[in-house]
């Protein structure tokens, strides 16, 4: 392995620390934590749909934590969690005849 392969690899090493430890995050670092392209955060900051911070009033910043809460929004059920609930419902409402 070359220097520069063993710079690249520790210089990744520590990026992917910085986003996983750091609290507040550029646009830049979010998209790259997100995986979502520059301007798709854009947009989703222009929409108001994630929640960010413009404290000197151009410059967007973003709290990891909130990103993380705004990502696992809208949870999809699995097949058998769903399965589950119709059971239930129908078992209740049998019950109530």
Request: proline share 2%.
């Amino acid at each position: 392995m070359s220097k520069e392969e063993i710079t690249e690899i520790a210089n990744l090493v520590i990026e992917s620390t910085v986003l996983c430890t750091k609290e507040v995050l550029t646009s830049d670092e979010a998209a790259r934590y997100m995986g979502v392209s520059k301007s798709y955060l854009y947009k989703l900051t222009m929409r108001k749909e994630i929640p960010h911070y413009k404290p000197v009033g151009k410059i967007c910043y973003f709290n990891r934590h909130e990103l993380e809460e705004w990502l696992q929004n809208n949870r999809i059920a699995t097949g058998a969690e769903i399965s589950q609930k119709a059971s239930a419902y129908c078992m209740k409402k049998g019950g109530m005849r």
